[in-house]
């Protein structure tokens, strides 16, 4: 899988995964900007917070509710794109699109 991140300023990042491992995880082992993840990744801290593309919406499971709770408390306000990265896991062979928010915290 590949996960493309667009960056508030219109830097774009694209970078190999592996299936199982989150966009948030894909991120930070890559050094991508624009992802802090200051829970690791279990869900209580909405600074992974992503804007996922349309094309790329349908390549995950729709948000859960403990999820959309957290989303009310990201820095840059939610969109109704926005995800939490943390929660979005790649598949073999996904083309993956999200922009970052211009502040994490
Ligand atoms: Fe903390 Fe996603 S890394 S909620």
Do not use: W
């Amino acid at each position: 899988p590949t996960v493309s991140y667009v960056a508030f300023d219109g830097t774009e990042t694209i970078v190999t995964g592996f299936a199982g491992d989150s966009v948030m995880e894909t991120a930070v082992r890559n050094g991508v900007p624009g992802i802090v993840a200051e829970c690791g990744g279990s869900l209580s801290c909405a600074t992974c917070h992503v804007f996922l593309c349309a094309d790329s919406a349908g390549l995950f499971p729709p948000k859960l509710d403990l999820e959309d709770d957290m989303l009310d408390g990201t820095a840059v306000d939610r969109e109704d794109n926005s995800r939490l990265s943390c929660q979005l896991k790649l598949s073999d062979d996904v083309s993956v699109h999200v922009q970052t928010p211009e502040t994490q915290v």
